[in-house]
């Protein structure tokens, strides 16, 4: 039987949301194997002299467990 878990993580790109999700399980594969999927729980722009200069996502990442 496998057990997951689920960890949150935040992540953030000057160029986009799908940006900022690559770059955040990418990182996230560094240091949790087995990663399974992965959910946007949020998004957020940070703005600066009126216009976006940093997307930022949150997500939910699921992984297995090892035996």
Known sequence: MS???VTEI???SSKSFDDAIEKGIKRAAKTIRNIE???VQDQKVI???N???EYRVSLKLSFLLDD
Do not use: L, Q, V
């Open 37 to 39: 999927g992965a959910w």
């Open 3 to 5: 057990i997951a878990r």
């Open 51 to 53: 216009k976006i200069s």
């Open 10 to 12: 935040t992540a953030a």
């Open 47 to 49: 703005i600066k002299k």
